[in-house]
């Protein structure tokens, strides 16, 4: 592997701020680089491609675990793809669910407008329905069962 960029380099090539690319190291997601003689670290085209899959990853909300176990398949490209699947489609139940909430508070929060009169806060919606959790029906859809 061809180690010739300073930790600068990595960091513009791979959109990854220089602390997080040192975070990454610390916690194993990055393997050390080798250092110059004075001590600096140097990076390689591979690095900055794993950098890369990790910045990616982090942007589709993917946990550091997640990412680990995703780097671990990518460097055995011989294994079955099954557990990259299941990491996925956790992920896309985890975003279908956030959707639903925050479809469900849109909803909320265009019925507590559409009441409103713009008259006084005495007959405010928006400030009878904040006054009152048990009006919301945001709250109760998505309240567990007591």
Do not use: W
Not at 47 to 64: A, K, P, T
Not at 69 to 79: A, C, F, I, S, V
Not at 83 to 108: G, N
């Amino acid at each position: 592997m061809n180690n010739d960029m300073a930790i600068g380099g990595a960091s513009e090539a791979s959109g990854v701020k220089v602390p997080t690319i040192r975070y990454y190291e610390q916690i194993g997601l990055l393997l050390p680089p080798p250092r110059t003689d004075g001590g600096r670290r140097t990076y390689g085209q591979a690095d900055v491609e794993r950098l890369s899959f990790i910045r990616h990853s982090r942007e589709l909300g993917f946990e550091i675990d997640q990412i680990r176990t995703l780097l671990q398949l990518q460097d055995r490209p011989e294994q079955s793809c099954a557990d990259a699947d299941v990491i996925a489609k956790a992920r896309l139940s985890e975003v279908q669910d956030k959707i639903a909430s925050l479809t469900a508070l849109k909803a909320e929060l265009e019925r507590m407008l559409e009441g409103c009169s713009l008259g006084r806060v005495e007959t405010c919606r928006v400030i009878d329905i904040l006054a009152d959790h048990g009006k919301c029906k945001h709250h109760r859809q998505n309240s567990p069962p007591q």
